[in-house]
């Protein structure tokens, strides 16, 4: 375990992707556990708690077929996919029609295995062979050891205020998430136009004539 968190220090974008894991996983976790008490929320029986966790996989399982055989992607879809997971379960934990509900909440659901599998591949990739091992125990820790207390978290929101608002708190890390990964993708767009721009000034000054003064 020691050589894993050294392999974070040396290569921290690897820390990275392991949060954005953990964060889909708390972005999801309402509509897995809070599920009968939307049903309530929505005026509908407990029993709907399936058709609640269906329609979220649905959009999962659309997910698995678009991005199938796709790599990693860049990160302006990492942003995008972000987005639509937190959107999506925010806006279904707010929304008061269920019909609209069931289609936000399949917009979740695709950004939430779209998220998950895009930062897995990463990580996966941006390790030698002989460390993905380790490198997957610690997803498995970020994704699966933190659930409970997401549980835990929305399970206490819920009871404290209402489950609508424990499933828009746990949605806002992912909204966050995907504003970050923006700006990082306008900043590493921005260096190379720097760069170059900085590279033209300089061969200007280079084969610029010489003034008489200075002759």
């Known amino acids: 375990m020691r050589d894993s968190f050294r ?5 921290p974008e690897l820390a990275a992707f392991l949060l954005i894991v953990a964060i889909v996983g708390f972005a999801s976790d309402p509509v897995n556990t809070l599920s009968p008490a939307f049903a309530h929320a929505y005026g509908r029986p407990d029993t709907w708690a399936g058709f609640i966790v269906g329609f979220f996989g649905a959009g999962a399982v659309t997910a698995a077929l678009v991005v199938a055989g796709r790599v990693a992607g860049s990160r302006w879809r990492m942003a995008a996919t972000l ?4 959107a999506g379960v925010a806006a279904f934990s707010v929304c008061p029609w269920l019909p609209l509900g069931f289609a936000l909440l ?4 695709f950004g939430y295995l779209a998220s998950n599998t895009a930062a897995t591949t990463r990580l996966q990739l941006g390790v030698a062979e002989q460390q993905r091992g380790r490198i997957m125990a610690l997803w498995s820790l970020a994704f699966l050891g933190l659930r409970p207390f997401a549980s835990l978290l929305d399970g206490a929101i819920a009871r404290t205020w209402s489950v609508r608002a424990a499933g828009v708190v746990l949605a806002t890390p992912a909204l966050a998430a995907a504003l970050a990964v923006t700006a990082t ?3 590493q767009r921005r260096d190379p136009l720097r760069r170059a721009v900085a590279s033209g000034a300089s061969a200007t000054s ?5 003034s008489p003064e200075s002759r």
């Open 83 to 86: 987005f639509v997971l937190g």
């Open 106 to 109: 399949f917009l979740g659901g």
């Open 185 to 187: 993708a306008l900043r």
């Open 206 to 210: 280079r084969g610029s004539p010489r």
């Open 7 to 11: 392999l974070l220090r040396e290569r």
